[in-house]
């Protein structure tokens, strides 16, 4: 029988706790009920995909994109490396040979990239353009290297614009590269390579769903 031994291996939950009823740009309103049976359940008044901690297939960015029943559960689990920044200078931008320099030595085809700030400075900071970023540049890099999945936390841009933002996700999207967005508790990660999962709802023609992300790593 599989079994993992947990003395050998720690789970770090990586989620993003959401408290009803979330904010404004990402609401999460509920209502309380009864099924027929008089049991409780719970009516989602208002809310979208991309809420809490989330995963984002093709369809998100494009028309005719795969939605997330239609990406294969392996894409969204498996072997990850972890890009720490730890001295983020404000307005970073994250480029290749920064990339080759962070994670080269360790990166392999079909890996999942979590990209971490942990400088202390730039957490504290409530000004987004202190989050490092990543560029088209380390977009294509990152193609490149055959990743399946690249997660951020909410101290991580994807792109120094808008409009570089969008071209990173076309990048990455047009090769069915997922992403996981509003990771949470990344300071809990103590390796540089761990086994990551992030698994969506089965939800058909969704462009992205929420998930529960964790980390196992050795201890």
């Not at 071209?167 to 390796?191: K, P, T, Y």
């Amino acid at each position: 029988m599989f079994n993992i031994d947990f003395t050998k291996y720690r789970i770090v939950d990586l989620s993003y706790e959401v408290v009803p009823p979330g904010t404004e740009d990402r609401p999460f309103v509920m209502k309380r009920g009864y099924l027929i049976d008089r049991a409780f359940k719970y009516d989602i008044v208002r809310t979208h995909s991309h809420v809490g901690t989330h995963v984002e297939a093709p369809a998100h960015f494009f028309e005719n994109g795969k939605d997330v029943t239609e990406i294969p559960l392996t894409r969204f689990m498996g072997r990850a490396v972890l890009l720490d920044i730890p001295n983020a200078q404000a307005a970073m931008i994250i480029d290749a040979d920064y990339l080759s320099r962070s994670i080269g030595d360790i990166i392999c085809d079909g890996d999942i990239v979590i990209c971490r700030n942990s400088d202390p400075a730039s957490l504290r900071s409530e000004n987004i353009d202190d989050k490092p970023c990543l560029s088209r540049v380390s977009a294509h890099w990152l193609a490149e290297h055959n990743i399946k999945m690249l997660g951020i936390d909410n101290h991580f841009r994807l792109g120094e614009n808008i409009e570089d933002g969008r071209a990173l996700h076309d990048i990455l999207q047009s090769q069915d590269v997922c992403l996981v967005e509003f990771l949470d508790n990344l300071h809990e990660l103590r390796q540089r390579i761990f086994f990551f999962m992030a698994l969506p709802w089965k939800v058909k023609t969704m462009d992205s769903s929420w998930a529960r992300a964790v980390a196992i790593e050795e201890k």
